[in-house]
């Protein structure tokens, strides 16, 4: 938990070592998860690996409730019926109709769950520059509220709304148009296919949408009073736009996505090459 979002944020308190690439040229490689997290085990004990994580907690349990809410308040049943097709081939029209409701579920139950999602970020941060700022739900609820008013609640909500957004619709849609059009129903394993279609369709847009996840909680903890979200670490960033700009002009936007093998930018002449 821990361990991911710094790496998100760019603190790099170790060293970067050298390594081979599948070329056999020697490359930089920056500390790779397990690595960094023995670094954070050494620096604040075990516990620190799960700073943060009752807010977490609370806001996943917020999300699950809330989706549970809105489903039973807005059964998929009781919206305009559409024609039912085979089991395997469902009508694209159908298809919207569901993407629509899942949307509509994931939005509200990422706003009602977001407040705890920034409180969760704000208490790891605060590794970076030895804090004790936010010490417990409760106290940073009040905090928040008395610094930074309602809004300080839901800083970086909107990426994470349009990446979840563009996420249901890209994987829903695509694996539809895969399952319907490439996957031929002579096949002896069609079905199989079909059945994880989606699922991988998942991973591969999840990639795509991680840069909205990774502005979505840096902009969780900019400018919010902690080493690690004001200059040198961060400028103050002045919207989420502002964010995507900088980070796109450093190359950064999928800063944190890698765990394990992470390429450091080579500099000028660091050891000879081959």
Request: charged content about 15%; some cysteine.
């Amino acid at each position: 938990l821990l361990t991911g979002f710094l790496l998100q944020v760019g603190h790099e308190p170790l060293p970067p070592t050298v390594g081979r690439n599948v070329l056999g040229r020697k490359v930089l490689y920056l500390p790779g998860f397990f690595t960094y997290a023995r670094h954070i085990v050494e620096v604040d004990g075990k516990r620190g690996l799960f700073r943060g994580l009752t807010p977490r907690l609370i806001s996943s349990t917020l999300s699950t409730i809330t989706r549970g809410s809105v489903k039973k308040a807005f059964p998929l049943e009781d919206m305009e019926h559409v024609s039912n097709k085979d089991d395997v081939k469902t009508s694209l029209r159908k298809v919207v109709r569901e993407t629509s409701h899942e949307m509509m579920m994931q939005c509200v139950s990422r706003v009602v769950s977001h407040p705890l999602h920034v409180i969760s970020m704000r208490c790891m941060v605060q590794f970076v520059g030895r804090e004790v700022k936010y010490s417990g739900v409760f106290s940073a609820i009040g905090r928040i509220f008395k610094e930074e008013g309602i809004l300080g609640f839901f800083v970086g909500l909107v990426p994470h709304i349009l990446g979840d957004v563009i996420f249901l619709w890209c994987c829903n849609l695509v694996a539809h148009f895969i399952n319907t059009y490439a996957v031929d129903d002579n096949f002896s394993q069609a079905s199989v296919i079909r059945s994880y279609t989606k699922f991988v369709m998942g991973i591969a847009v999840s990639m795509l949408t991680y840069p909205f996840l990774l502005v979505g909680d840096l902009m969780a903890v900019n400018n919010c009073g902690l080493r690690a979200g004001l200059p040198p670490y961060a400028p103050a960033f002045t919207s989420w736009i502002h964010c995507w700009r900088y980070l796109s002009a450093q190359g950064q936007l999928f800063r944190g996505s890698s765990l394990l093998f992470r390429r450091a930018p080579i500099p000028a002449s660091p050891f000879p090459m081959d």
